[in-house]
T-cell receptor, first 118, second 111 residues
Framework: GAVVSQHPSRVICKSGTSVKIECRSL??????MFWYRQFPKQSLMLMAT?????????EQGVEKDKFLINHASLTLSTLTVTSAHPEDSSFYIC??????????????FGPGTRLTVL | QKEVEQDPGPLSVPEGAIVSLNCTYS??????FMWYRQYSRKGPELLMY????GNKEDGRFTAQVDKSSKYISLFIRDSQPSDSATYLC???????????FGTGTQLKVEL
């Protein structure tokens, strides 16, 4: 199956700093990538949809100025958590949509990034 | 009412058992159905992808879709301890629409 990588896998930072997370589709081009957040023992919560070459679409309640998304190429999307605070500590997962599948709706997920803000 | 309902479990079965995981949904626009497996602290891994009613088999896994009842299932035969994970159902209306996930079922296969 298609492979999506995510970097870093784990990051610890001080409150007030910014953290950038990269998501790459390794063996296919992804015009659309998604960013999710997951709290312990809960399902995935979609934060935003990232479209290559255009602005991201944020879900209701997600602060676009806090969670900056850039999708500059067909294989790379980045999520920057600006001025991070302890409540931003979470597991962040990206996915990439493989348009080669029927309906083009299969999403392949990265391994996730665990963010801890002290 | 949630668009997708999934029993959170936990579900505990002995090794070798047949496992049945289920989701129901209310949105008749959903056309594409997926099952993901997620190990603790890892990203979800795509197991099965279907876009029509009926059965689809892949090794020990069988996905079943009944659109008339708005009900999907994942069967795992000869379950192994390595199958212990959380299983998420997901579905979409197609055309690039975002996925709607179930809450996930936690499965534990015991020796």
């Amino acid at each position: 199956g298609a492979v999506v990588s995510q970097h870093p896998s784990r990051v610890i930072c001080k409150s007030g700093t910014s953290v950038k997370i990269e998501c790459r589709s390794l063996d296919f081009q992804a015009t659309t990538m998604f960013w999710y957040r997951q709290f312990p023992k809960q399902s995935l919560m979609l934060m935003a949809t990232s479209n290559e070459g255009s602005k991201a679409t944020y879900e209701q309640g997600v602060e676009k100025d806090k969670f900056l998304i850039n999708h500059a190429s067909l294989t790379l999307s980045t999520l920057t958590v600006t001025s991070a605070h302890p409540e931003d500590s979470s597991f962040y997962i990206c996915s990439a949509r493989d348009t080669g599948t029927p309906g083009g709706d299969t999403q392949y997920f990265g391994p996730g990034t665990r963010l801890t803000v002290l | 009412q949630k668009e997708v309902e999934q029993d959170p479990g936990p579900l505990s079965v002995p090794e070798g058992a047949i496992v049945s995981l289920n989701c129901t949904y209310s949105n008749s626009a959903f056309q594409y159905f997926m099952w993901y497996r997620q190990y603790s602290r890892k990203g979800p891994e795509l197991l099965m992808y279907t876009y029509s009613s009926g059965n689809k088999e892949d090794g020990r896994f069988t996905a079943q879709v009944d659109k008339s009842s708005k009900y999907i299932s994942l069967f795992i035969r000869d379950s192994q301890p390595s199958d212990s994970a959380t299983y998420l159902c997901a579905m979409s209306a197609g055309g690039g629409n975002k996925l709607t996930f179930g809450t996930g079922t936690q499965l534990k296969v015991e020796l």
